[in-house]
């Protein structure tokens, strides 16, 4: 009875040992991932900061010629 107890809580604790492994490596499995996600932030941020100055620049653009042509009838 008493080998039946050390046996059974060997095996239980070679199970948790494989399941801490499994978990270690799940966790291994979704850091590349979670990197990815982050860079494609920072690529959307960096995408965002370039041409939100383009727009505003081609805006400024697009509404002078209006303007000087509405100054030239003065």
Do not use: C, W
Not at 26 to 51: C, S, W, Y
Request: aromatic share 6%.
């Amino acid at each position: 009875m008493l080998n039946l107890r050390a046996e059974a809580d060997l095996l239980s604790s070679k199970i948790l040992k494989t399941q801490r492994a499994i978990f270690n490596q799940l966790n291994n499995f979704e850091q590349p991932n979670r990197q990815v996600a982050a860079l494609h932030g920072k690529h959307e941020d960096l995408i965002n900061q370039v041409t939100a100055p383009q727009m505003q620049q081609r805006n400024y653009y697009v509404d002078l010629d209006p303007r000087l042509k509405k100054l030239e009838t003065y």
